[in-house]
């Protein structure tokens, strides 16, 4: 049975175990670096991105997390979690993984107050609109050469994007109950 | 594509559950703040005194200084919350204004208002407020609360108001959980609490919002406690900066939150940490004094 892992070291990974048990998959909870041992794909929650970096460092997860990313493990890190996928954050080196080739702005979109839902149109997942929420979130600034752009908002920001075994994306599918972006990352997973 | 929505309870209960399995951390100036997200706060709580201060001076303990607050939201990137007092909507307002992450609807600052709270269903900002038991935590959302936390007395070091208040929380959601449907009714009424909470958390078995622990935690053992009484994540007041090393207390208690179910971690990070906060005896303190008294 497939096996997903979840980074629990803060934030909203409970969320995300619920979704992935209505896909019939097998979950299991990642704080220590033996306990990436064994999976088939990880998941990087939402969370405060200050906090989960601090934890990622100390139990010295993030140099296994980059060499099993690198060795072609699937990882989709959603809001914080894409930061910690992210190569450079506001403008600088990220201390945590840096094993996509994405650039992003932390808070892009303003304070709580600012947090939104908004409809989006992703071809990747079907014709039907994805209900998206953002909170205190992030934004993609610059892409490499090699990524692929799921979604932008009207405006041209990009807010979800796939390079190789790796997804950013910038909102919360673990709030909502569309399973859809995590079907797409067990797709991926699966054909691993 | 269609417009944004603001301020709606999903993104505003959404931003609790980001905070989940983290510590939130009381900070009276900007100089605590970067040391607690230097430490790993998942976000910090201003306010004009911790409370252990509060008990000491006494008078009449309000929001803090606007100055302060915007010190604070320029100094860290983690989310900012601050407290008003129970019932001082214009003191959330003017939070609001300030750009505050989230208002602490609290008691441990002097209530305004002796028979109401804050309708927060008004405001675009999220709220947390506190509660001693289940009833008091469901009238809280039912005024607009997007997230919980249980009160503890504040200002003590002592976890044991903590532990009854999340004990009864915890206690009253596993008894509706198990309730027949048609003595829901008669529980709210019980409760004091709106009858449709009591449906949801019947057929779902968990509080509506997310909640955190409050109220006494002095140590990373005491946080570890909370988390595994079921709390969704804690905040500590004076716990840090009430203690001999501000910031290895507050390194050790969030590695013990993440880590609640690891004693050999929680072991490890207690050591060498210097002497905790000192400790009230909540029999000592007067009953008017009692802070989690405040609140209806």
Request: with cysteine; hydrophobic share 45%; proline share 4%.
């Amino acid at each position: 049975m497939t096996k997903i892992g979840v980074l629990a070291l803060q934030g909203a990974f409970a969320e995300h175990i619920a979704i992935l048990k209505t896909l019939g998959v097998d979950t299991t909870e990642v704080r220590l670096p033996e306990e990436l041992d064994g999976i088939d794909g990880l998941i990087i929650p939402g969370g405060e991105s200050t906090t989960i970096t601090k934890l990622m460092l100390s139990y010295e997860l993030a140099d296994k997390i980059k060499k099993q990313a690198l060795d072609g493990l699937p990882i989709m890190g959603t809001c914080a979690g894409m930061i910690m996928l992210a190569q450079k954050v506001d403008g600088t080196n990220h201390l945590s993984t840096g094993i996509m080739d994405i650039a992003v702005k932390r808070n892009a979109f303003g304070r709580q107050v600012d947090s939104f839902e908004l409809d989006l149109d992703i071809p990747a997942i079907g014709d039907e609109p994805y209900h998206a929420i953002f909170i205190r979130a992030p934004k993609i600034e610059h892409a490499g050469p090699n990524v692929d752009i799921l979604v932008k908002l009207s405006d041209d920001t990009i807010v979800a994007a796939k390079e190789g075994n790796l997804i950013a994306l910038a909102f919360h599918p673990e709030l909502t109950a569309d399973n859809r972006l995590h079907k797409y990352f067990l797709d991926i997973v699966n054909k691993r | 594509m269609t417009n944004k929505d603001t301020g709606t309870f999903t993104v505003k209960a959404g931003l609790a559950q980001m905070l989940k399995g983290g510590v939130i951390m009381d900070v009276v100036t900007a100089e605590h703040a970067k040391i607690a997200e230097d430490a790993g706060a998942c976000a910090v709580m201003a306010l004009e005194r911790v409370p252990a201060d509060i008990r000491a001076a006494g008078g009449v303990a309000r929001m803090s200084d606007p100055n302060v607050i915007t010190a604070i939201i320029e100094t860290v990137t983690i989310p900012v919350m601050a407290k008003c007092r129970i019932g001082h909507f214009v003191e959330a307002q003017v939070l609001q204004a300030l750009g505050v992450d989230y208002i602490d609807e609290s008691e441990v600052l002097t209530p305004a208002d002796e028979a109401h709270h804050v309708n927060k269903h008004d405001f675009k900002v999220p709220f947390v407020c506190g509660c001693r038991d289940l009833g008091e935590a469901l009238r809280r959302i039912g005024e607009g609360a997007a997230m919980i936390r249980t009160k503890g007395e504040a200002g003590t070091g002592n976890i044991v108001e903590a532990v009854r208040h999340i004990r009864t929380v915890m206690d009253e959601i596993r008894k509706i959980k198990g309730m027949p449907a048609d003595e829901l009714m008669s529980e709210a009424k019980l409760l004091g609490a709106p009858y449709e909470l009591l449906v949801e958390i019947h057929k779902t078995g968990k509080l509506p919002v997310v909640n955190f622990a409050a109220g006494g935690v002095a140590t990373p053992a005491d946080a570890a406690l909370m988390m595994q009484l079921g709390a969704d994540g804690v905040f500590v007041g004076s716990g840090i900066f009430k203690s001999s090393n501000p910031s290895a207390f507050a390194k050790s208690i969030v590695k013990a939150v993440t880590h609640y179910n690891d004693p050999a971690i929680i072991a490890e990070v207690s050591k060498g940490l210097g002497a905790a906060m000192p400790g009230l005896e909540i029999k000592s303190i007067p009953e008017e004094e009692l802070l989690a008294k405040r609140g209806w």
